[in-house]
């Protein structure tokens, strides 16, 4: 029974803190003010100045995981060190945020501003307090106190972030969700960590009862030094926001494109290896130009210097395609993992780790997709809307392949990557995360994080509906889909 006492005194000591930071002067403006180039400028320096606040913190979690190694806490110190790891990388969504919401700013308003120069100004005293909170801890004989530092923080995605992103879209326009990759990945990320922290919380309090007086405070002092840090964001926000002046946009007419699909060029169990259709060819020429991104990923450069993309697969694949009257300017491919060639997330991960977490879907190999190859030429780019037709169309495809000859119940799956926020378009649309960490992929210079769907039912209804949209203008016939429906609740795969 201590452990649970315990968490309910920790509960009752940190209330007045939380209850503190809820009704703080910087929350209630936030939830309040309509006023889209303050809440932009707001971000800019959100994301900036967080920056120095969220590169240390794994770091802080392994120093706390080897001093209380030391202490002796052989529960609490993995648990930690595990956690430490998790949070590696995390603050280049803030630096990638950062220049996304500068290059937005600077498309629209007066005067421009400079990304580099915001991510190279000095802390705050908000920034400085939280990084002070930490290093105080960690300095005194109560380094088990970062579960709690780290519990309340995690914590807050979850009582405002989705709020937070519905005033940022309120108040910006939905795309902007495309540029905050860290606040919307932590509002999923922290419900998992929240859960570890709180049993954390309880372990420690199994193995050093009358601890309460060391956690609370430490929570109650990052809650105080957050708050300070978001009201210095707002007071610079205001700042910057005197003198901007909106900036009229040229219209620009949208091309029309065309949208086609094609099977795969071998047939399942024959033809030849070796022959690649002038289609494919031209849809791994612009493949391997996007990947090669001037050099960003140099393994799809030859050692003859020919850009390259020649993936096996693309012959057992189905592939979605878009023009721009004879231009290639999208693509997608679904890869069908009956064919038993081992599909791009099946590389990344590892084979039985693969198989391990297709059984933990309850799934089964055959009855498995894998939409990849997920590409824009970067002229189209246009706030992503064609990436999102590309997977509007693949999806409408994929549960159309079915006849009957595999079992209804399937799975889509892909790896995406996060520096370019292409997960946060999929979760948007409703995907889900794989219960696997992100895994860091040289070949893409990427956080490859891998999401699946098997369930219609939980896609966003407007992509559901795109995915309709996108089906009668392929002319896929959808006979797999129920009577009277867009397409059925499951997927259907062949």
Known sequence: MMPCACLEDYERCIGPARDRFAGSPAVRTL???????????????????GVRMTEPVEGWIRRAAQKCAAMGLASIAPVLARHAQAESGHHLMMISDTRALAELWNRNYRPTIDAQALLAQMPTPGVAKYCKVHEDNLAGATPFAQIAIEYEIEMLPLRFGAAFLTRCAEMLGPDIVACLSFISSHTELDVAHTKTNAWALAEICRELPGSVPA???????VLAAYSQYLDDCISLAERHCRNA?????????????????RSPPVELGGGDERRCPPWLAEVRALRASVLFDSGRRPAFRGKDGILRDDDPADLHSHHVLAYDGALLVGCLRAHHLAVGMQCMTETVVGERPFATLLRSLGHERAHAVELGRWIVHPSYRDGGRLALRLAAAATALTIRLGHGAVARHGIVICSVGTVDRQDLMLR????LNA??????????DDRLQVMYCNDLRKLDGRFRALMDEMAQLMRLLGDAAEPGAGQPDRLQLS
């Open 31 to 49: 939830l309040a003010r309509a006023d889209a180039p303050f809440f932009h400028a707001f971000l800019l320096y959100f994301c900036s100045l």
């Open 435 to 444: 219960p696997v960490e992100p895994i860091v992929c040289k070949q893409y």
């Open 428 to 431: 948007r649309i409703g995907m």
């Open 245 to 261: 002046r909106a900036v009229d946009a040229p219209a620009i007419s949208a091309p029309v494109l065309n949208f086609s699909f």
């Open 215 to 221: 956690l609370a405070p430490a929570g109650a002092a």
